[in-house]
């Protein structure tokens, strides 16, 4: 649910033929789907079967989301370029 307001963004730069917000929304899109095969993979460890690495897990997803909110759309074009 959190990431269908960037899918539709994506599609829609798309469309639009903006490849900056393309590329900007697809790097959000890969950042959230790799942020969660890492948490995934900590949840099946033996390790982890108490829960405990939510802890740590779900507060840096939070700052990285609370992160990318406040950047400025100036400054977004200039992080799709990396």
Known sequence: ?????????????LAEGNMSEAKF???LLGSFFSGTI?????QSRSLCKDNKHHKV??????GMFAIADRIPENHKKKLVLL
């Open 25 to 27: 929304r697809l790097s």
């Open 38 to 42: 890492c948490a995934r993979s900590l």
């Open 57 to 62: 897990v779900a507060p840096l997803a939070f």
């Open 1 to 13: 649910a959190m990431m269908t307001g960037n899918i539709i963004g994506f599609g829609v730069a």
